[in-house]
């Protein structure tokens, strides 16, 4: 095909890549070549976490610690327990007083964890799944998925994804990732995401094993690295080359659209300069220590920084951390305690909430760690922080089986839109609203999400 200079027509993409004669093998880049841009943004992340227990008390004998922040909507003191996280104050939501959407066998630990990202009842014993849910009482598995793995199954373009699960090019190696420490072995009381009803996802405990399944390779290897971003580099180049030719041979009201196309380019040259390879690094590689009570603070900061450079380097978009599990009984020996997390929490010779209390702001600590390490990666639309969403809950609303209100703190998510800087006041809410908000902000068209509050709704006034 030839393009006459004056000429009127209007150009379309299957005529501008006959125009310009280009080799099929350059297909895949020019979808991302276009006027508005917004292919160039960093994409959506979902990233929840869990540690154990509710907020502190002591049985039914001493009152729970009202952890309740003190304020305003937007001016407002954190309670002790979330105090580390002040400096990241601007940059999160505490959604107060839900009540979770959590119920079914067993006792509130194991309803409490398979309910709280799914809104699912826990079921009663079945073939192949009988498990002790305290007290004696028996538990099958949870009965619904859970909404990060409904968003991972999902694409669109408002989605983490745009392509299908079934897509063979994949975006990103992993569609989802379950990280743990400590999630001991495999029963109701000790997993928190599931696939379907009755279909538990088991995450990876090993720090070492996660790094050598994400980081041994190609990230790991600098050589590889440079070749691939200079192959890329070149076939830019002659893109960028063939279009600006054209330009010379269309009409000046077509001259924009060539514009847009090598703004396109422009866009992907600087990412590719600024991600690769100093944008996306390897993990620190974790010790090989053995997993045990005096290790869980090392083996948390491993995973920590391993979630962090695996949403960075976009191994994928939707990702769980799990931070031991009900009824842990972590002995938190650096924070001077000689009695486990859980035992304390029922002890009745003493009034353990000090010691509790601690516990909570020694895990804001840890979290504090991982929104530092989110929020240094800048991606130019922001940073990885306010690409990804996370959520941190936890099984209990507190120690004494309580399921409201139940702690959880939103962070980032501004591209999610996620308004954040907010303490918002929800007595008595479902956490099912929760979730269905969750999925909206990841693109999801959905009003209800479980079968315990069906037909929930969002919750309004995150957005």
Known sequence: MRFHRG????????????????SPALYPFLPLLNASGQEMT??????????????????????????????????????????????????????????????????????????????ATLHD???????????GHRTGWGGGPSIDQVVAAASGPNSPYQRTPTDPQQETPYRTLELGVQCANPNSVNRMIYKADSQPV??????????????????????????????KAAILDLVKGDIARLRG??????????????????????????????????AAMPPGVTSNNANYPSEIGSMIDIAAHALAC??????SIQLSHGFSNVTHTWLGHTRGHHTMSHDLSADWRPELQAIDTWYSTQFLDLLKKLDAVNEGNGTLLDNTLV????????????????PVVMFGGKTAGLRSGRFLSLNNEPSAKLLVSIGQMMGLAITSFGDINPSSGPLTQLA
């Open 125 to 135: 014993p079945q073939p192949g799944a009988d498990f002790d849910g305290g007290n």
């Open 7 to 22: 000429h009127r027509f209007g150009i379309s993409r299957r005529a501008l890549l006959r125009g310009l004669g280009l």
């Open 202 to 231: 088991h995450p990876e405990t090993n720090p070492k094993n996660a790094f050598m399944r994400l980081f041994s390779r190609p990230l790991g290897d600098p050589t590889a690295a440079a070749k691939k971003k200079a192959e």
């Open 314 to 319: 976009d191994l994928t978009r939707v990702m």
């Open 391 to 406: 959520v941190w809950g936890r099984e209990l609303g507190n120690t004494s089986h309580a399921m409201q209100p139940w």
């Open 249 to 282: 041979r269309v009409s000046n009201e077509d001259y924009p659209k060539i514009d847009a196309h090598l703004e396109g380019i422009r866009v992907l040259e600087q990412r590719l300069d600024s991600t690769t390879p100093t944008g996306c690094t390897a």
């Open 42 to 119: 960093r994409p959506k992340r979902l990233l929840l976490v869990y540690s154990p227990d509710g907020t502190p008390n002591s049985d039914l004998v001493h009152m729970p610690i009202d952890w309740k922040p003190q304020g305003t909507e937007t001016s407002f003191t954190m309670h002790a327990i979330h105090a580390p996280l002040a400096p990241f104050q601007s940059r999160l939501v505490i959604p107060w007083g839900l009540k979770m959407s959590a119920k079914g066998a067993g006792e509130q630990h194991a309803f409490g964890i398979a309910g709280m990202w799914s809104g």
